[in-house]
């Protein structure tokens, strides 16, 4: 129940905009390795058998790794590593935006025109200080809060140049629907590597 809370929780918040960018990324990373243009593969609004398998496959992963989550931590650390994966992950639109190449059109364009470096500063440390004082209410221990933090600017660096190097090969910039995908990959690659710490 608590991680199908957790889910649904995490779609309701983002309006499922950027699991709709994942989703339309990822079938265009696919449909490109067959000579399809990825660009109208992404700007398509019936969904291919690819991004409904890409989801399923993606929910999997996702609700497994809620599930372990919740089977080995405690309830304070869960709620952290959560919280921590919902900032981090929107955090890792704004790097990739900001390195990388401005689309012709859409939300995409409009972010990268408006994003400063220092909005990318002030984000982090916003955030960070966020979950230290955060920990300290729930009594976490403060090792397990730098751990964590390092740990979700691992995955953001890991996440942003991997969607960095996808979006410049497949399509040579950065669109609405990329800046999805690397959100919900950093998302998910924070939730993962929290099961292990």
Known sequence: MSVALVIAIHYIIQGFLHADGFIDFSEAIIASRSGADPYKVMKDVHKGSFAIVIFAV??????????????????????????????F????????????????????????KNLRKRDLVISILISSAAILILSTTLGVAIAKIIILLITSLLSLTMSTALTYFLSKRILGFVSGDVLGFCIELTYLLILSIGVLF
């Open 89 to 112: 992950s929107l955090i890792s639109s704004l790097f990739l935006s900001y390195i990388g190449n401005e689309p012709p059109e859409g939300m995409g364009r409009i972010f990268k």
């Open 58 to 87: 993606y929910m999997l992963i996702l609700y497994s790794t809620l599930v372990t989550l919740f089977t080995i931590k405690s309830l304070p650390s869960i709620f952290l590593i959560i919280v921590s994966s919902e900032t």
